[in-house]
């Protein structure tokens, strides 16, 4: 009697896991090593590469899947709503970092910071915004699957339009080298990705 096939979604989905426990550490050990408060502080940074990290794999993986299968039990899917998930939960990690570093925990002061960083102080309204609805959007996708691969097309598409958007200015527009490189590399292949997905569906 011959063994199943293996899953390889497994593999993909405990890679997911490790690299968000991954993060977890590294952005411990960055706090350890150096608790004084900056703007520019690693364990920001890091806590929002590993953040990235995990919102291009699920994108990719959505791009990859039709909306209507989101709420399946397919393992790619599987894979794709870990990854939403656990960046969310990162990028909260993020952003709890950057009020502590480099804001105290001030709104004045964080609106102070990306007044000179961007020449629109409100805009830190926008992230926010983006932290909250990232929140949200993981939770109806984990909680109510079936729900979350019924919701209207133009709700999907609107959400991650504005959340692609919103990384590309955190990570190239408004980026560091050698982030904005790698990011812009990144940003280039989902294009492509898109594209390829837009052309087949119009073939």
């Keep these: ?25 590294w952005t411990a050990v960055d706090i ?9 502080h690693r364990a920001t940074l890091d806590s929002a590469y590993f953040a ?12 990859r899947a039709p909306a209507t299968e989101w709420g399946g039990p397919s393992g790619s899917v599987r894979v794709a709503r870990w990854c939403w998930a656990l960046g969310a ?7 709890a970092v950057a009020f502590h570093f480099a804001h105290r925990w001030s709104h004045a002061n964080g609106v102070r ?22 929140a949200a959007d993981a939770g109806w996708w ?3 699957p079936a729900s979350y691969a019924r919701r209207p097309r ?11 958007f919103i990384v590309l200015n955190g990570t190239v527009v408004f980026g560091h080298t050698p982030m904005r490189e790698v990011s812009g590399g990144i940003f280039a292949v989902l294009a492509g990705v898109l594209v390829s997905r837009w052309w087949k569906l119009n073939e």
């Design 142 to 144: 984990t909680t109510r």
């Design 89 to 95: 939960v990162m990028f909260w990690l993020h952003v």
């Design 1 to 25: 009697m011959t063994a199943p096939p293996a899953d390889p979604s497994r593999r993909w989905l405990a890679f997911a896991v490790a690299l968000f426990l991954l993060g977890l550490a």
């Design 32 to 40: 350890a090593l150096d608790q004084t408060p900056k703007l520019r």
């Design 113 to 134: 910071h990306v007044e000179e960083t961007s020449g629109f102080g409100p805009g830190l309204f926008v992230s926010y915004f983006f932290t909250l609805l990232w």
């Design 154 to 164: 133009w709700l999907g598409i609107g959400v991650h339009a504005f959340m692609a």
């Design 52 to 63: 990235f990290a995990l919102w291009v794999g699920a994108v990719v993986l959505l791009l």
